[in-house]
């Protein structure tokens, strides 16, 4: 979510202005009747949720919803709001974007002070964004998308369970057959295991990023993201490595050059993967 809010903050002024204009044309809004404000949130679909408080900032109305209403709200003191609303214009003052405690979305709030009642108005930030092109929400496509990210997010911890469980199980075979128990029974598991956290982890990210919600990600979080699935394949192949050198250095030394090239591949790798990293990640964060 943290970029969402990194483009809200880019496109803050604009923003503001759009909900101050929307409400001053929608003036029924301003209304503590609630079938006149539920008649709004059809005209603004980021809209989320709307009440009202008096000069005491003790809440007068109901939490007025898309489709409902809830009464348990009236009588709550909403001061604690104060500090994270910044003056705009004249009685508006408009908060930076925080997690909403009524619908547990992240949100901005609007207030607007009329006739001395404060009048409150939660957007949905995502919606908010999408109203000027900044996120990718066209309904049926984003259900394909998601869907098709959730099944391969699936798929691979599903897989990654597997390299795991296979880990486990091979180790226990060769545990209780003790003339077949050698330093390659130890190698093997944690390979499996390393493999399997990579996996995970890769899904983890992909459902996060893809499927919870969408994410709009720079370079440098690119970058990161390559970062952490190459060091768990880079530790994979590390002990690989070892493991090949132990074996040939035991059963046949003639043939430890094929060790070293596998040594030498992993360390081609992570000096690909530090040249990266300094031309991305370092070089993304001096320029911002």
Known sequence: ????????????????????????????????????????????????????????????????????????????????????????????????????SATGETCVTAMFFAEGKYYFFDFDLTTLLSRFGLVERHPVFNTISKGFYLGIGISLIFFSLMSIGYAFYDYFIQLVNPAQYTLESVFKPIVALTLGLAIFDLAKTLLEREVIYKAYSDKKDEARLLSKFLTAIIIALSI?????????????????????????????????????????????????
């Open 1 to 100: 979510m943290q970029e969402f809010i990194d483009l809200y903050n880019q496109y803050q002024s604009d923003i503001e202005k759009f909900l101050i204009e929307t409400l001053r044309n929608n003036g029924q809004v301003m209304d503590a009747d609630v079938s006149a404000v539920q008649r709004v949130f059809r005209v603004l679909p980021s809209l989320d949720l709307v009440y009202v408080t008096d000069e005491d900032f003790n809440q007068t109305t109901p939490n007025i919803y898309r489709s409902r209403t809830d009464d348990s709200a009236i009588g709550k003191n909403r001061k604690y709001l104060v500090p994270k609303l910044e003056v705009v214009e004249k009685d508006v003052s408009i908060s930076r974007p925080y997690l909403s």
């Open 240 to 288: 690989e490595a070892l493991m090949v050198v132990f074996k040939t250095a035991l059963n046949d030394p003639a043939k430890m050059l094929y060790a070293l090239y596998l040594i030498i591949g992993v360390a081609l790798i992570i000096l690909s993967l530090a040249v990266y990293n300094k031309l991305v990640i370092k070089d993304g964060n001096t320029k911002s």
